[in-house]
Each structure stands twice: as C-alpha cells, then as structure tokens.
Nanobody, 125 residues
Framework: QVQLVESGGGLVQAGGSLRLSCAAS????????MGWFRQAPGKEREFVAV????????NYADSVKGRFTISRDNAKNTVYLQLNSLKPEDTAVYYC??????????????????WGQGTQVTVSS
C-alpha cells in the first residue's frame, strides 16, 4: 500500500508562488497517474491537476490553467505542483493521490479512496 505525504504549503501574498511536493513510500508510483486536488473551507474537494504515469500528458482545472504546473520525478517517487500567480481563491488544503489502476492516462484518472493529511496553502490579498 502506498503512503503519500504532501508538503510545501504555507502563507503567501497574492501573486506569489509555492512548490508543493508529494512524496510516496511503500511502493513505486512510477506506473500510476498522479493527481492534485484541493479543498477549501466549506467546499467539496475539487480536482486541480493530473499527470500521466510517464509524465508525458497533463490536464488541469480551468481555474488553474496557465498558473499551476504538475510534474513528477519517478526516480524520487515524488510528484510536484508549482503554484504561480496565486490568488486568494486558491486558499485550500492541497492533496495528492494516485490513480486506482496503473498505466492510465490523465483523462481516465480516478483517485484512490484514501487521502493523506494534505498541505495548507493560504493566499492573502
């Protein structure tokens, strides 16, 4: 069973940047698409970005397209999310998750049922 630990969140002013990391342990995630999600207070968890298992394909929510970049380093068993041009509405707890099945593309990504602790991103205006 894979364990995922998110880190890199913090408090930043609007227009600033952060880089989130998702470190996996327990088994390799190299054959699994990986995604980032976020949950703001009082709202449902929502999709942010996904990357294919090979890292060749990505997909983003419209609200973050052009500002966020997902990437992965399979040798380090880690996935990243670069957050640029942050807005107050980006404030949320950010979570990563692996696809339920290996070798899927980003458009067929379905996250596993269990989630980690996430990392808090707070953007001040």
């Amino acid at each position: 069973q894979v364990q995922l630990v998110e880190s890199g969140g913090g408090l930043v002013q609007a227009g600033g940047s952060l880089r989130l990391s998702c470190a996996a342990s327990g088994r390799s995630i190299s054959t699994y698409a990986m995604g980032w999600f976020r949950q703001a207070p009082g709202k449902e968890r929502e999709f942010v970005a996904v990357i294919s298992w090979q890292g060749h394909s990505t997909n983003y929510a419209d609200s973050v397209k052009g500002r966020f970049t997902i990437s992965r380093d399979n040798a380090k068993n880690t996935v990243y999310l670069q957050l640029n041009s942050l807005k107050p509405e980006d404030t949320a707890v950010y979570y990563c998750n692996a696809d339920r099945a290996p070798f899927n593309g980003p458009l067929s990504f379905t996250p596993r049922g269990d989630w980690g602790q996430g990392t808090q991103v707070t953007v001040s205006s």
